[in-house]
């Protein structure tokens, strides 16, 4: 009796051990959220095919990201409470919102050195326009595919970072739920 008690005790842990660590990863999960909404809310085009194909894979990325992580927060809180459960359908369309958000990610990654060799040319040569309204002009433009390659590449670490931590709660819930504990 002694064995079973402790041996209760120390699932109880264990399940109460993974229950926080989910609960800490989504309030740090929130602050991403918030951080990424944030830069995407300061996104804006140059006009530029390149320099906009790569913001725009960014942005795309970070509103699956921003999504993804709303919706499984959703579904753990599903998952622990006494109201209708996630079905398996939802953890499969959930999955594929995932792979979704790997390849805009991607899609981001393989434009960054272009758009950001783009930004960078312009940049140049706006400096070296010597009648002072094309200069103005190249020089805004200039400025504003330099803003696009800087969300890129403060948003790209955090999209990453937060697709990480998604799978890594997605993992846990998974091998808790095949064990057959409760959440």
Same mark, same amino acid.
């Given at each position: 009796?002694?064995?079973?008690?402790?041996?209760?005790?120390?699932?109880?842990?264990?399940? =109460?051990?993974?229950?926080?660590?989910?609960?800490?990863?989504?309030?740090?999960?929130?602050?991403?959220?918030?951080?990424?909404?944030?830069?995407?809310?300061?996104?804006?085009?140059? *006009?530029?095919?390149?320099?906009?194909?790569?913001?725009?894979?960014?942005?795309?990325?970070?509103?699956?990201?921003?999504?993804?992580?709303?919706?499984?927060?959703?579904?753990?809180?599903?998952?622990? =409470?006494?109201?209708?459960?996630?079905?398996?359908?939802?953890?499969?369309?959930?999955?594929?919102?995932?792979?979704?958000?790997?390849?805009?990610?991607?899609?981001?990654?393989?434009?960054?050195?272009?758009? *950001?060799?783009?930004?960078?040319?312009?940049?140049?040569?706006?400096?070296?326009?010597?009648?002072?309204?094309?200069?103005?002009?190249?020089?805004?433009?200039?400025?504003?595919?330099?803003?696009?390659?800087?969300?890129?590449?403060?948003?790209?670490?955090?999209?990453?970072?937060?697709?990480?931590?998604?799978?890594?709660?997605?993992?846990?819930?998974?091998?808790?739920?095949? =064990?057959?504990?409760?959440?």
């Amino acid at each position: 009796m002694k064995k079973l008690f402790v041996l209760a005790l120390a699932m109880f842990a264990i399940v =109460s051990t993974a229950n926080a660590q989910i609960s800490n990863d989504i309030k740090i999960s929130k602050e991403r959220v918030e951080k990424l909404q944030s830069l995407c809310d300061g996104y804006k085009k140059t *006009g530029n095919p390149n320099i906009d194909g790569y913001g725009d894979a960014v942005r795309d990325a970070a509103v699956l990201a921003i999504a993804n992580s709303v919706q499984l927060e959703d579904m753990y809180n599903r998952q622990i =409470s006494e109201a209708a459960k996630p079905t398996i359908d939802e953890w499969v369309t959930f999955a594929n919102g995932l792979a979704k958000e790997g390849e805009c990610i991607k899609k981001a990654t393989d434009k960054v050195k272009a758009a *950001g060799e783009e930004a960078k040319t312009m940049s140049e040569n706006a400096s070296k326009e010597k009648n002072p309204m094309k200069a103005g002009k190249a020089a805004k433009q200039a400025k504003t595919a330099a803003a696009v390659v800087s969300f890129g590449n403060e948003a790209t670490p955090i999209i990453i970072e937060e697709s990480a931590a998604q799978a890594k709660v997605v993992k846990e819930i998974i091998d808790a739920l095949k =064990s057959g504990k409760e959440l």
